[in-house]
Every structure is written in C-alpha cells, then in structure tokens.
C-alpha cells in the first residue's frame, strides 16, 4: 500500500504543490484517500460444482486505490483523482482497470447564473433512464464524460445544461460521442404556487459511433428524447416520465453488431405518493422496452457495466440482510431471442411501499410506538409476439405481462421496548426466476425470516444481534445465518458472521461463509480489517449489481479525508 500510495503521490504532486500555494491566498483545498485490498487465500474447503477447489488467483495480493485533491478559489474549483490498481484490480473488476495513472479531472467556472465545466464531469438529466454518469467504487462503475459541459439559469424558474464529450472506460475513454441537452422549467414559480410545486423537463441525449458494419441499416447516430412531469402539493407528491430511443442495431451478444434487427427503444416511468407523520404511501411502475444505453454498441452485454450510458436500478426493495440478497433482482432492459423458451424485449412491473406508526400509548403502540413497514413488487417481460426465425423481430404489447420475472412480497416490524432494547421481526417471500434473468434454468421459491435486536449499554456502546433463515424450493435449497456487531465505542467496533448453506443437496457444496472483522474510526479516518469467505453471487449497490465469485482471504480498507 506504502508503494501505492507513493506513485499515487508522484502523479498528483504537481497538483498538491499548486494547490499550497494557492491556498496562501485564501483558497479552499481539501482531498481524500481511499483503499481496498484483499489478500486471496487458497481455501481448499470452498469447491465448484465439479467437486474442485475454487480457483485461486495468479496474483493473490489485489489493491484498488484512489486518491483525489480539489481546489476551490472564489468562483473557480479544480480536481484531480489519480488511481492505482496493484498488482492488479479485486476479483472481477473491469480489467481495463490496470496500473497506476491519472484517472480524472477537471476545471470549473460557477457563479449564480453560470457554470462551465471543462475535463471529466459527472451528469443526470432526470431520472436517469436516458443519461446517468456517476461514480460507485463497490461496483467498479466510473463512466464520467471527457468533455465539456455548461449549465446556464437566466432565471430562478429556468436552468439549461448542455453536455459533450466521451465517456470514461477504463483509463481511455470510448469511441464513441454523447451530446445532450436539458431543460428543466419550474412552473410553480412562474403561476406563483406557494403550497404546490410543479416543474416540467425536457431532455435530448445524442450517441454518435460509427461501427465496422457493412452497409449499416442504422445511423452512426442514436437520439434520445425525453419528458418529465414533476408535482407536490402538501402531502402528495406525484411523477412520470416517458423516454424513446431511435432506431439502431439491437446487440444481442457482446461484440457483435449487425443489421440483423434495428428497433427504437422505450421508457415509462410513474411515481406517486402520499406521506405524513406516521404514514406513507409509495407506489412505482416501470415500463422498459429495449432501454440497454451503451457509449459503445459493442459494449452492451459486458458484465462490469463499463460504457454504459444510463441509469436503470432494480425497483425493488434495497433489502440489508443477507439471505435476501442471494436472489436479487436486476432490471431488464434488453431484447434477447434466444430461443422459445427464453424471449424478452424489456420489463414491466412496480411497487408499493406502505408505512404505518403506531402511535405511543396504544394498544399495538406500547410505551415508545411501532412501526410497520409493508413493501410488495412484481416484475414481468413484455408480453407480445416474437420472432426466433430469420429475420429476427418483435412486436410487443405496451400494457401486456408476460412470463413472470419476479415478485418480493415482504413485511418488517420495528419495535422499541424501552430505552435500551429495539427489535425487528422480518418476513419475506421471494419468487425467482432464473431461466429468464440469468437466462440458465430454473425458478427459486423462497421464504425468509429475519429478527434482530440492539441493545445500547451507552450512548456511543451496544451490541446487535441477528438471526435469518432461508427456506428454498430449488437451487442451493436452505440457509442459515446469523451476525453479532459490537460497537465499543465511537471510534471501535467488531463484528462476526456465517451464511451456512445447509440444505444444499450436493454435500461438498454445504458450505459455511464464515467473516470476522473490526473497523477504527478517528476524525475522517476509516480503517477496518476482515477476515473469512465471499459467497460468490451479485453484489448490489443501490439497484445496481455486479458479480463476484466466491473466494476466502483477508481484506484491508482505509478511508480518509483532509
């Protein structure tokens, strides 16, 4: 990590040094430093399905680092992050991510009414099913755009933001060129609404590349458009979208792109709401129709989401206990047809959050009150007609459901007993289906409960303990699980945990995902260490996934800002 850091250093030294300088005329600098590390042990009792041990690395020693520096001064701000993947990146990251070097950059001009943005920048028009680039570490995802951007407000109820450049991929950025362009109107301001808010906008999103393809049925070319239609008064809140993509070459498999089916793409988005004290209502629905966004067309596919242009988070609930997140839903946004069995060209589905308080003093509300928390989602493909022939094609209904993705029907309890002792009760029904998500073979039933209590000794000590179980109907069948977390006090705290995979029908594959670990904290300094068993499966962050494969080892990681 000493050698990390120190090229890391080296990079961004010329930086530092004008930054201290600057900062002798007032200016604002501040950075960070981020590290993940794990050392990958060669665990012979974790075995793959054929009864071998789980591969170990050729490079066991695995290092992601970053390192930032910002400066502020009166209306200007710049950055840099340079980052350092050694020897190389964790366990299924992008392998674009290699060595060390100048990751981004950047060079801004704002004031009340402008703000031009030179370098590598971060952008949302809406709510990101046409254009999203953000930065998630846990997922390996940065796709900021290369570029330029400016966002001009002539007036308090009117903002413009143009964007152009290319997307970040790795330490390169792609071939492939986004334009855009949003407005964005608050119409509340303009009729003078003081308990209501309404705010309308409009959003077009270019992706230029040109492919190898001869002849090309489709433009180098795709144009997205966008509208949105936000409104709040007092309690209720309510929100939609709708987003089309133009016609272009539908990838089916990563890499190969041809003129064997051109079709547009489609997006409806609506929200709605009611929330007081002691009550919410929150209802989702989601229409996708051939919605997969890629910088480059080839890209699509990839399983580290690199190029990817939007944002499409799993509408389900973000559960926080782990045997709920072994089947986890992603969202479905492609055409795939692959055979009768297997034939999808997007998703339909939502769903409903429901919370309720029960009031202190009631019968159900005891001394401190209870809370309840009810949340149900069910996601569908398109139903239609599709065509596996030659030439390939589809026509889908825009209100049909067809073969059943998903559904999480789930209820939690939050109770307080007195001033020391909080407990939750948990269940939660799960139905997946792996023939048409992970397109293998398959469908999972399941059924969950989950409790867990923490008891505080102190304002800053206490201790949580956690029980979960799974029963399953296919696949790896049940599992057990259970978690104790110590917090001593503000800065130190511990914690130990198993997964056991018991009701697994092959015996070498009834495995227990043992961790133990503790993390220090002091000021803006973060470090923990962690020692035990990945089990291998999605990771998810916010509705987004990655895949990482099981493997055992110890794992280091330090967090600090100045």
């Known amino acids: 990590m000493k050698q990390t850091l120190t090229k890391l250093l080296l990079i961004l030294l010329p930086i530092t040094v004008f930054s201290q300088e600057k900062e002798k005329e007032k200016g604002n600098f501040f950075g960070g430093f981020e590290s993940n590390s794990q050392w990958y042990l060669n665990d012979t009792g974790l075995k793959d399905e054929f009864d071998n041990p789980t591969a170990h690395p050729e490079k066991p020693i695995r290092s992601n680092n970053y390192l930032f520096l910002n400066y502020t001064y009166k209306n200007w701000a710049a950055g840099i992050q340079g980052e350092s993947f050694q020897e190389d990146a964790l366990l299924n990251m992008n392998p674009k991510y290699k060595g060390t070097n100048v990751a981004t950059y950047f060079l801004q001009f704002k004031t009340e009414k402008i703000d031009v943005t030179a370098g590598y920048f971060y952008e949302q028009f809406g709510s990101g099913l046409l254009y999203r680039s953000w930065e998630d570490r846990a997922l390996g995802i940065n796709n900021a755009l290369r570029g330029g951007r400016v966002i001009f407000k002539p007036t308090k109820f009117l903002t413009f933001k143009s964007i152009y450049g290319q997307q970040r991929t790795g330490f390169d950025v792609s071939k492939g060129k986004i334009y855009g362009i949003d ?6 301001d303009i009729l003078k609404y003081k308990t209501t808010d309404l705010s309308l906008g409009l959003t077009y999103v270019g992706r230029d590349e040109k492919t190898n393809v ?15 239609l936000n409104f709040n008064h007092e309690a209720f809140y309510f929100a939609t979208e709708y987003d089309y993509k133009s016609n272009d070459a539908v990838v089916q498999v990563q ?24 009550f919410g ?10 919605m997969s966004f890629f ?17 499409i988070p799993s509408l389900t609930k973000q559960h926080h206990y782990n045997l709920a997140n072994i089947y986890v839903y992603q969202a479905q946004p492609n055409v795939i047809l692959a ?3 297997i034939v999808k060209a997007g998703e339909i589905g939502g769903q409903v959050d429901l919370f309720y308080d029960f009031k202190k003093g009631t019968k159900l509300g005891g001394k401190y009150g209870t809370k309840v928390a009810l949340n149900i989602s069910n996601w569908n493909a398109l139903s239609g007609t599709f065509y596996i ?18 559904t999480d029907y789930n209820v939690e309890v939050t109770k307080k007993w007195n001033s020391k002792w909080q407990s939750i009760f948990s269940y939660i029904n799960q139905y997946y289906n792996k023939k048409m998500i992970q397109e293998t073979s398959g469908e999972v039933n399941t059924n969950i409960l989950a409790a867990e209590a923490t008891y505080k000794f102190t304002s800053s000590r206490s201790i949580r303990i956690l029980g979960e179980h799974m029963w399953a109907d296919s696949d790896k069948k049940n599992w057990a699980g259970a978690t104790v977390e110590m917090n001593l006090n503000s800065k130190l705290s511990f914690y130990v945990s198993d997964l056991y995979n018991y009701g697994n029908d092959v015996d070498y594959l009834q495995n227990h995902y043992y961790n133990f670990g503790g993390a220090f ?9 962690n020692y035990g068993r990945q089990r291998g499966g999605l990771v998810c962050v916010g509705g987004v996934c990655r895949f990482v494969p099981e493997s055992s080892g110890v794992s280091l990681s330090l967090n600090t800002s100045f």
């Open 389 to 406: 022939g030659s030439p390939q094609d589809y026509k889908t209904d825009f209100f049909g459901f067809g073969k059943r993705y998903f």
């Open 255 to 278: 890499d190969q792109v041809n003129n064997g089916l051109i079709k547009p793409g489609n997006a409806l988005l609506l929200n709605l709401g009611y929330s007081k004290k002691g």
């Open 214 to 228: 001869a002849n090309p049925e489709f433009n180098s070319l795709t144009n997205g458009f966008a509208g949105r």
């Open 281 to 290: 209502v929150d209802a989702s629905f989601r229409r996708l129709e051939n």
């Open 339 to 341: 055979d009768t069995e």
């Open 183 to 188: 407005t964005e109107i608050v119409l509340s």
């Open 295 to 311: 910088s480059e067309r080839g890209a699509k596919g990839n399983s580290f989401n690199d190029r990817i242009m939007n944002f």
């Open 521 to 529: 904290r002091k000021n803006s300094t973060r470090i923990a260490l």
